[in-house]
């Protein structure tokens, strides 16, 4: 499987964000990368630049993507939460 593109992500994100967790991006990151069943080597391969990880760079844009649009906002400093428009969205 390639690596899911920001596109592909930030739905899955909103989703899961919709639950009622709190999440910090890395617990994000690892749930979606069981969800999009990543092997080890997709989780940890890295951008050309060779400083950040593909996956979790698109990670990062997903959720910028996301609270961008107003679909969710960033709770107590690091946690996501859904809004009510990203609530909206999800129907």
Excluded: W
């Amino acid at each position: 499987m390639s690596i899911p593109t920001v596109s592909k992500i930030a739905p899955h994100m909103l989703r899961l964000i919709s639950e009622g967790e709190y999440y910090r991006l890395g617990e994000l990151e690892a749930v979606l990368a069981d969800e999009f069943s990543l092997t080890p080597e997709e989780r940890s391969r890295p951008r050309p630049n060779g400083i950040d990880v593909i996956f979790y760079h698109n990670c990062c844009h997903a959720q910028t993507k996301l609270k961008k649009e107003g679909l969710i906002r960033y709770e107590r400093g690091t946690l996501r939460e859904i809004t009510p428009a990203g609530r909206r969205a999800l129907t």
